[in-house]
């Protein structure tokens, strides 16, 4: 069991099939396995073996998806890096995981070549330009790494062997590294054969970032089915029209916000977009008007809501067609995550871990083959979090008599912002940092675009000054753009607080919510 | 990853669905996980737990289901016994298992009771005689064991603990235990629904027998995806007939022999099929007649080849419904055993385990997370049939360039008649003890309904006499009636021998097989 067996047997009953296109180039399975097998021997000389960790921060490509195979090949862990942070958190990620090479493309070398030059990623090597563009930083070309190296058999890795370091963000305001093994991975991938239409005619489109597990779980699982991989570099709703008409695609994942953007494109209805049969969604909730606009726009395409988290490798719950649906009795069924998928158990319990009753609202727990191995280096925090065997996933919600989740509230603090999960404590912990602040929580407010809007709350210390447009230019000097607050505002009066001292944000929530259905995802 | 997770699973999405039906007895799926958690209890008290063996000498049933159920359940090993052994054949199952509790059902309660009174079944502390019938031989009722029980919870054995020991006939003429563990059979279960259709709208029909792991694939796959569970005590065509009409089936699994039957039995056109959308098919070569005919006569109904063995919990190659087809690129491809199914990896290789090119012919072997952990208490089997961590399969046979693996022969001296394999050095066994036999060899020879027939080639000691009645009659005796020879030969000159002084059975069968083609599995 283990990662690279899915790519063996694709080129072993699809050797001349296409197997990736992006852009001009196109690999069939036999090319690509080649190419893998080289690169696996490539890293293998640059150290990255026996679970050393390879970095990929690029935008998506067929070389994304290479470079991860290899690294698995060559026996070491792959560390995807979200596109969207701020150095100082990538170089965070770099160094907690300690990877020793790392995979770039045209986008990141200035960043990264900076990064180097402050000395602040020491523990990498060696950097490969995913380009065909000339190195300028010093970075190894990816072509001539592969080209010059000589192909080596797969390390074989498997089982309980880690295989990636997924880095989430955490209550603490640090990002903690999940811990994936090779089983994880793998069995999730059979997870999603069993609850998400995937076949092996399947022409899917990485439209979502590949440094997602939400896309990820496509291609390890297209792979798996021998389907074909269709990449572009990053989500614009053009880019998805456009590739959906000219490649037949037949099978993608989109967040809602991705979702809403595309279905609502002023010009979709210039599009054909015959061939797309079913599309997945996940990483928060999705709007209804949205649902509603998609089964009117692409109506012979089918739909499954893919609940889970990142822990969970991810999957945990899907609901597929027959809940998206408007008559009937499974009318706007589409409202729950759906029930557990094969092989992955889903409880609802309280706070002492007792299962609640139908209907009652508690605390989802995960358990199966999927659920990670824990938090890299945080044995504390992998205790807790899989406290009794099983994951805690910090979501509320409640099951009804037929097994059905519906999400009802993050117990973790966490806001869903088009599809991205921002933390709380993470955002507050920089506003905090800003000289004028007293006091601050930040909460989602709900959002026509976002679904969610980072929304950050704020009491000045007596005697200073500050505006929202401070406080938003300093978090941008700290975190993520997708982190900070899109709107700030400002109070006298101290947090209203828990008898534990903890400020009360259902309380600050209210105001925001009322009158709007808080979304169920 | 244990196999009762997929019926707590069933039992929570679906639990006022039905779960089983057989005859006039229905149950929905908390009704049964209520009855294996009561079972589970009492089978506990009986002393099967913590691997204990309960084995299972019966027709099908839904109380066969819930018997495997329940002895997973309550943290035990379940040994399914092939209906048609004879008795000492039965004993020896028992004996090298060490059976503590022994699940019958009517027909077997002469047969164990017989064994009992002459201790040759010493391991069976206790007989529980699944029936309706008051028990008269001092077994356990089943109910009433049931009733009384206090249900407890699911020991939750799984990953590499020991779930089920799968007899299995042997080269060495003696049956050996096949170890799978809770890992195999649910894997298993992911590579059949990767492969061969399993949805939750299923209306299952076990005919093929339940003691079979082909049968068995259907029971923990059909509940992993919370389908439906229809069962006939034993094949018949009419009760496969009757019951796709009566219950509107929908899938099953039957070998050759038997939908050779089906599909030409006189009133087939007298029953409504229109409910039968899918057949998988395993075990031995589909003659293509059966095939095509089965096409004309059910042609809405799609078929798949499941080929593997049991130790590899079974399945290992899958050819679809695109291969059942008589015109374009993919006519007569259901002549191959198709390819290797997700998570599963084939190789064909030389004597020294190197893997030939393409199109040659070498022995198929297998390697996944589906391969048995050994043979029970056989280590220097073990160590032969897995060496390099691959199951060598016995089977010979090649593979084109997609990855199509064609049967060509047995390289273990086996014969399939009519779906159960006979492994002719077994019979040559039971041969050879007749007192005016002085040579013999055992081979498959055509057979219209059997697809294969088993044949006695016999040469008598000097002076003694025997006819082929009384090679029959004896080996009656000694072995199930379905392992007999249904015809013996007799000659006069010593049998060619190899180089090594083996048998030529290559020399024998020639006669047999000239100017028909040997099928293809």
């Known amino acids: 069991m283990y990662l690279t067996q899915g790519l063996k047997r694709a080129a072993q009953i699809k050797p001349n099939v296409l197997a990736t296109s992006d852009g001009a180039r196109t690999r069939t399975w036999s090319d690509l396995i080649e190419r893998v097998a080289k690169l696996g021997g490539a890293l293998r000389e ?22 991860m195979y290899a690294t698995a090949w060559a026996g070491g862990v ?16 770099i160094n907690d995981s300690e ?55 797969d390390a074989e890795r498997g089982y309980e062997d880690l295989a990636g370091l997924f880095y989430t963000g955490g ?38 970032p590949m440094f997602h597990i939400a896309d990820c779980l496509a291609i390890f699982t297209i792979t798996q089915v021998a389907g074909q991989h269709f990449f572009i570099p990053g989500f614009t709703p053009e880019g998805v029209l456009e590739n959906v008409q000219q490649h037949r695609i037949t099978d993608t994942l989109l967040v809602p916000t ?64 027959e809940a998206h649906v408007v008559e009937g009795p499974m009318a706007f069924m589409f409202r729950s995550a759906g029930r557990a998928v094969p092989g992955v158990e889903i409880k609802i319990v309280d706070d002492d871990d007792k299962e609640v009753p139908r209907g009652e609202v508690g605390q989802i727990i995960v358990r199966g083959p999927n659920v990670m191995q824990g938090y890299w280096r945080q044995p504390a925090l992998t205790e807790k979090a899989l406290r009794g065997g099983w994951m805690h996933s910090g979501d509320g919600g409640y099951m009804d008599e037929n097994g059905y989740v519906f999400v009802v509230d993050r117990v973790k603090d966490m806001i869903i912002s088009g599809g991205e999960n921002v933390y709380s404590a993470e955002v507050e912990d920089a506003v905090y940092q800003h000289d004028a602040v007293a006091e601050c929580a930040v909460i989602g407010v709900p959002d026509d675009k976002w679904g969610e809007r980072v929304h950050a709350i704020v009491r000045l210390k007596d005697g200073e000054t500050a505006d929202e447009e401070a406080i938003k230019a300093h978090c941008h000097e700290l975190i993520a753009g997708f982190k900070c607050p899109r709107s700030v505002s400002f109070r006298d009066e101290p947090m209203p607080l828990s008898g534990a001292g903890k400020i009360l944000k259902t309380e600050l929530r209210k105001p925001f919510w009322e009158g709007r259905e808080k979304q169920v995802s």
Chains 1, 2 share one sequence.
């Not at 995807?80 to 990538?90: F, V």
């Not at 790392?102 to 090597?125: G, H, M, Q, R, Y």
Request: charge should be negative.
């Open 46 to 67: 640059l150290g990255v073996a026996d679970g050393e960790r390879a970095g990929i921060l690029a935008l998506n490509s067929d070389r994304y998806m290479e470079a």
């Open 78 to 93: 792959f560390v995807p890096i979200n596109t969207r942070l701020a150095p100082p958190e990538i170089a965070f990620w």
């Open 99 to 153: 990877t020793r090479l790392l995979f770039i493309n045209d986008t990141f070398a200035p960043i990264v070549a900076d990064l180097k030059a402050a000395d602040k990623i020491p523990s990498v090597e060696q950097v490969v330009l995913m380009s065909d563009n000339a190195p300028s930083n010093g970075e190894l070309a990816y072509e001539t790494v592969l080209d010059e190296a000589a192909a080596v058999s």
């Open 171 to 208: 209550t603490t305001g640090r990002s903690k590294g999940v811990m994936l093994s090779h089983r994880n991975l793998v069995f999730n991938t059979f997870n999603s054969i069993a609850s998400i239409p995937f076949s092996e005619d399947a022409k899917w489109l990485h439209a979502a």
């Open 258 to 321: 991705m979702c809403n953007m595309v279905v609502n494109h002023p010009t979709v209805g210039d599009y054909d977009l015959s061939s797309l049969r079913h599309v997945a969604y996940g990483a928060s909730p999705m709007p209804e008007a949205v649902i509603l606009k998609a089964l009117e726009v692409i109506p012979e395409c089918k739909f499954t809501h893919a609940y889970g988290q990142t822990e969970c490798a991810p999957l945990s719950t899907a609901n597929g067609p």
